[in-house]
């Protein structure tokens, strides 16, 4: 990096400044060398003595930021202590807005503050600089090394310790002012610092409210409403009561603030306000709580409905359907009440939705695709009913157009693809009980991406196999789960005699013999029999959150929520049956 600006002669220094040393060019690209320049704003150069490395931050911040800048567009603020070298600088268009660092107190907040202090002030200087950036912020700062390396004084003392504890950036560098304007050959340290902004580290609202929650916590419950709940709910809820009641307080604050926040102090010129607080994009007019609240609310139940732990079974229609209320639902409060509620709606349907995707799956393996390749999966049987397919056997074909970029043919499975072989997994896991938070298709399917494996890419119940011609085979490893699809299916359709599950096979009629000799065989049905929990029973569970003794105690003990103008809680539960 070099500068632009014509290197002036020196005014007369007195004693006090005769430590300065102008910034030579190549130690400015060590200095600039480090933050991100295109997202930085407000710089402070708090030792500018002529603007040498003013210039260099200039330069810099035109350069990354991709602008043709006016100097006085950029955000770059300059304290120089010597009279004649402030005329300088104001001089060259830039902003001086004050004289000692030492004595400086800005509300300002600065991205960056660059420096090249007096040599026999460095400590304090820095040590200053890094008061001003506590609450997070870049430094970057040239140092007579002896600073660092000879900690005599308390300032030195301070400032390695500090410099230690932010795990600052140290470089040494030897002659970096041999063929500087002023030379020495004192050798110099570049130190560099950056601090995290901590915005909640000053916020009084925030503070009240956590010893207001710890104060709460620590309370003994009473007995009556001493329930299990479930841990993420709990934990959401508490999150969602934090968040809205720190957004109510400061909403309070700014009103009682707005009257110190106008852009003239006389009133009868009509002020306006300098400070607007809104409530995301669209909101007209300064903030509500009720405003804030129905934001907070929708924010909360979109969360939720998108955490695994509560719809990681759902099937990808029913997520969809889910998400569709969640504007209705910024008019109810995130309570516990009121997602147990909407949960148990949920449940039934997931019942419902478990059958239906049972039922369809099996038309769709058996009976739909009879015209084309799929008339492999198709079973004749005809000593029952009149059906023309009973039963899926271990492979299946299914289309699948959408597995392979149309762009250069590689295999690159997305949603479609993958929440058809969700669906299938989602109700296999709900007939064995095997279900699990880990989702075994996205894995899988991700990884035969990555390696670009089309074939037997081995699933949790199933291996697939992708075709560019549109098909993907399907060939059941579980035939357990698969048996208990086929029973589930047919017992739906009343394909099976009615004492199926119930009569041993020798105490069946001939007729009845035949229909299981036709559709499993005298042992197969043995073995059912002798497992009947497992092949006879329903869906082993929903995958949601349970509701417990307990926690349908403390639904009943919670306060019903207070009606919404646009429909009741039980209109809306009404409305999703």
């Not at 000799?517 to 497992?531: H, I, L, Q, T």
């Not at 003794?549 to 639904?555: C, E, L, S």
């Amino acid at each position: 990096m070099t500068t632009t600006t014509q290197i002036n002669t020196l005014p007369e220094l007195g004693n006090a400044q005769k430590s300065f040393y102008p910034t030579p060019a190549a130690l400015a690209a060590l200095l600039l060398d480090g933050p991100n320049w295109s997202r930085v704003g407000a710089v402070l150069e708090p030792s500018a003595r002529k603007g040498d490395l003013a210039a260099a931050i200039m330069n810099m911040i035109e350069l990354k930021k991709g602008y043709d800048y006016r100097r006085n567009q950029v955000d770059l603020d300059c304290i120089e202590i010597d009279k004649n070298l402030r005329h300088i600088l104001t001089g060259k268009e830039y902003r001086v807005i004050h004289d000692d660092f030492l004595t400086f107190s800005t509300y300002k907040v600065y991205d960056a503050i660059i420096m090249n202090p007096p040599f026999d002030r460095g400590a304090e200087h820095l040590l200053k600089a890094l008061s001003i950036q506590q609450k997070g912020g870049y430094i970057a700062c040239i140092l007579n090394a002896q600073t660092i390396k000879n900690p005599h004084t308390y300032a030195r003392k301070s400032l390695v310790n500090k410099l230690t504890e932010y795990g600052a950036e140290i470089t040494f560098h030897d002659g970096a002012f041999a063929d500087a304007e002023r030379k020495t050959g004192v050798e110099v340290a570049i130190v560099k610092v950056s601090i995290p902004r901590d915005d909640e580290s000053d916020s009084s609202i925030l503070d009240g409210l956590r010893a207001d929650r710890s104060q709460r916590q620590q309370q003994p419950q009473a007995e009556d409403t001493d329930v299990i709940k479930e841990d993420f709910i709990d934990a959401i809820i508490d999150r969602f009561n934090f968040e809205a009641a720190a957004g109510c307080k400061l909403i309070r604050e700014y009103r009682a603030l707005l009257p110190y926040l106008k852009n003239a102090i006389d009133k009868d010129s009509y002020p306006s306000d300098m400070l607007k607080l809104k409530v995301d994009d669209h909101s007209y007019g300064d903030a509500t709580e009720n405003e804030f609240i129905r934001s907070v609310r929708k924010k909360y139940w979109s969360a939720l409905f998108q955490n695994p732990k509560f719809t990681r079974k759902l099937t990808s229609n029913l997520q969809t359907e889910l998400m569709g209320k969640v504007n209705d639902l910024r008019d109810y409060d995130f309570t516990f009440f009121n997602i147990m509620t909407i949960r148990i709606n949920i449940e039934k349907k997931v019942i419902e939705g478990i059958h239906k995707t049972i039922i369809d799956l099996f038309d769709d393996w058996t009976v739909k695709y009879h015209w084309d390749e799929m008339s492999k999966n198709r079973h004749y049987f005809n000593g029952w009913k009149t059906n023309d397919a009973f039963a899926v056997n271990k492979r299946v074909i299914i289309p699948c157009y959408n597995a392979f970029s149309d762009y250069d043919g590689r295999f690159q499975p997305r949603y479609g693809t993958i929440d058809k072989l969700r669906d299938i997994e989602k109700v296999f896991d709900y007939l064995s009980g095997r279900m699990t938070q880990y989702d075994f298709v996205s894995g899988a399917l991700e990884r035969a991406e990555r390696d670009q494996q089309t074939k037997k890419i081995h699933l949790k119940y199933f291996m697939v196999t992708f075709y560019k011609k549109g098909t993907c085979h399907v060939e059941f490893t579980d035939l357990d789960v698969l048996h208990k699809f086929n029973l589930y299916a047919a017992k739906d359709k009343n394909w099976l005699p009615p004492c199926y599950g119930k009569k041993a096979y020798a105490d069946m009629a001939p007729e009845e013999q035949d229909v299981i000799d036709s559709f499993e065989g005298e042992k197969s049905y043995a073995d059912v029999m002798s497992r009947a929990d497992y092949f006879l029973s329903g869906p082993a569970d929903t995958g949601l959150p349970k509701i417990n003794a307990g926690a349908q105690k403390a639904m009943d003990l919670e306060a019903t929520p207070t009606p919404a103008v646009e429909m009741t809680i039980d209109e809306f539960i009404a409305s999703m049956e």
